[in-house]
């Protein structure tokens, strides 16, 4: 009998999700002829039931397509806003599972996809997930697809940034993106030659990151890269998201809700984090600093070499385990092969980078200041 396969791509977008959409269907429908199934906009669409053939015409020229060409959104199964209010929506959507005889539900997403996935999958559907994010934060895969091109995007532009810091003997800091992981300021900043790193697994103090760039000037060099990982913290920061937490903590128990907002104007500063970096570092070192934020530049765009291999890759080893039954898992990238890992493994775990990984030893060896 034909299966039935669905698929989607859920959270926020990045480069390679075409590529991947492409490797599943061609393999999936060429090879085992199997008939494919896209869904709109994430979980939203299947819970809507809006769905596009994945046909060999669908499929064909997006290879090289920056975002998604099913849509995306973060919306959750148990929380979706319908009529104005959050409202859970998972019997709809195993609903709509059912009713187009889906033998597999490929949901193609980061950390908060692959938590949802999981919790359909307790609801007894077939579920295989793939780690997409250019974050690099999906725990048990050697790399999510995406971060490779998010990678290269930061660093042409800390490259670029180089030159025009030179020439006005500035400060000039970079904000990436990366959530609550560092990976993808390290890497460009380390690739890139910032003279700075600051990412969230290692809390500055700008006293220090200050006397860094100071050092510098004095050796002759007015000019600094400082590249900032969205989720970079101070010292101080840190502090308070402990208190924060512990405060949540006692508080669930009780009352809750004052905390959380605590939590969340925390995580509202931190969006405005590299601006007042660069303030103090002007006053600190009394050099003219400037902020660039990278943004939604690093998620735009056709995706690089390595991340279409590794989409198609992934996307076609995905197509092998459905011919096969595998369900419940996460389809790993582990050195060349694709391994399925039990998803329970995956969910609610994020991959910080290691204190002790290369990239930091090496990014030190060559000088670079981390503000610790
Ligand atoms: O998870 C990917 C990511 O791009 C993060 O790096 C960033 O913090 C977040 O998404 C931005 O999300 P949104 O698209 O919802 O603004």
């Given at each position: 009998?034909?299966?039935?396969?669905?698929?989607?791509?859920?959270?926020?977008?990045?480069?390679?999700?075409?590529?991947?959409?492409?490797?599943?269907?061609?393999?999936?429908?060429?090879?085992?002829?199997?008939?494919?199934?896209?869904?709109?906009?994430?979980f939203?669409?299947l819970?809507?039931?809006?769905?596009?053939?994945?046909?060999?015409?669908?499929?064909?020229?997006?290879?090289?397509?920056?975002?998604?060409?099913?849509?995306?959104?973060?919306?959750?199964p148990h929380?979706?806003?319908?009529?104005?209010?959050?409202?859970?929506?998972t019997?709809?959507i195993v609903?709509?599972y059912?009713?187009?005889?889906?033998?597999?539900l490929?949901c193609?997403?980061?950390?908060?996809?692959?938590k949802n996935a999981y919790r359909l999958m307790q609801k007894g559907l077939n579920i295989?997930t793939?780690?997409?994010?250019?974050?690099?934060?999906?725990?048990?895969?050697?790399?999510?697809?995406?971060?490779?091109?998010?990678?290269?995007?930061?660093?042409?532009?800390?490259?670029?940034?180089?030159?025009?810091?030179?020439?006005?003997?500035?400060?000039?800091?970079?904000?990436?993106?990366?959530?609550?992981?560092?990976?993808?300021?390290?890497?460009?900043?380390?690739?890139?030659?910032?003279?700075?790193?600051?990412?969230?697994?290692?809390?500055?103090?700008?006293?220090?990151?200050?006397?860094?760039?100071?050092?510098?000037?004095?050796?002759?060099?007015?000019?600094?890269?400082?590249?900032?990982?969205?989720?970079?913290?101070?010292?101080?920061?840190?502090?308070?998201?402990?208190?924060?937490?512990?405060?949540?903590?006692?508080?669930?128990?009780?009352?809750?809700?004052?905390?959380?907002?605590?939590?969340?104007?925390?995580?509202?500063?931190?969006?405005?984090?590299?601006?007042?970096?660069?303030?103090?570092?002007?006053?600190?070192?009394?050099?003219?600093?400037?902020?660039?934020?990278?943004?939604?530049?690093?998620?735009?765009?056709?995706?690089?070499?390595?991340?279409?291999?590794?989409?198609?890759?992934?996307?076609?080893?995905?197509?092998?385990?459905?011919?096969?039954?595998?369900?419940?898992?996460?389809?790993?990238?582990?050195?060349?092969?694709?391994?399925?890992?039990?998803l329970?493994?995956?969910?609610?775990?994020?991959?910080?980078?290691?204190?002790?990984?290369?990239?930091?030893?090496?990014?030190?060896?060559?000088?670079?200041?981390?503000?610790?």
């Amino acid at each position: 009998m034909t299966k039935q396969v669905g698929v989607l791509t859920a959270g926020g977008d990045s480069p390679g999700l075409n590529a991947v959409l492409r490797g599943i269907g061609k393999a999936a429908q060429e090879q085992f002829r199997m008939h494919v199934t896209g869904f709109r906009d994430g979980f939203r669409g299947l819970m809507e039931n809006r769905t596009v053939d994945l046909d060999e015409q669908s499929l064909s020229g997006i290879l090289t397509l920056g975002g998604t060409i099913l849509g995306t959104s973060r919306e959750k199964p148990h929380r979706m806003i319908v009529g104005g209010r959050p409202m859970d929506m998972t019997d709809a959507i195993v609903e709509n599972y059912r009713r187009n005889h889906l033998d597999v539900l490929v949901c193609i997403g980061g950390g908060g996809t692959q938590k949802n996935a999981y919790r359909l999958m307790q609801k007894g559907l077939n579920i295989i997930t793939l780690p997409k994010t250019i974050d690099n934060d999906v725990v048990m895969t050697d790399v999510s697809f995406g971060f490779d091109t998010a990678l290269g995007i930061a660093t042409e532009a800390i490259d670029r940034l180089h030159s025009t810091a030179h020439s006005h003997h500035r400060i000039i800091l970079v904000q990436t993106m990366g959530h609550r992981a560092g990976w993808l300021a390290l890497g460009a900043g380390l690739a890139g030659g910032a003279d700075v790193i600051l990412i969230p697994e290692i809390p500055y103090s700008i006293e220090k990151v200050a006397r860094a760039i100071a050092g510098r000037s004095r050796g002759g060099k007015h000019s600094s890269i400082v590249a900032v990982a969205e989720g970079a913290l101070s010292l101080e920061d840190l502090a308070q998201a402990e208190k924060a937490q512990k405060g949540k903590t006692k508080r669930q128990k009780t009352a809750g809700g004052s905390t959380r907002r605590d939590l969340d104007s925390l995580e509202m500063a931190q969006g405005h984090n590299t601006l007042n970096i660069a303030k103090q570092l002007e006053s600190l070192t009394g050099l003219e600093s400037r902020v660039t934020i990278l943004g939604y530049l690093q998620r735009g765009g056709t995706p690089s070499a390595d991340d279409r291999i590794l989409a198609t890759r992934l996307g076609t080893a995905c197509a092998d385990l459905i011919r096969e039954d595998v369900y419940g898992v996460m389809l790993a990238a582990r050195g060349d092969k694709a391994e399925p890992v039990k998803l329970e493994e995956v969910v609610g775990k994020i991959k910080t980078v290691p204190l002790d990984h290369s990239w930091i030893s090496s990014a030190r060896r060559v000088g670079t200041s981390f503000g610790d």
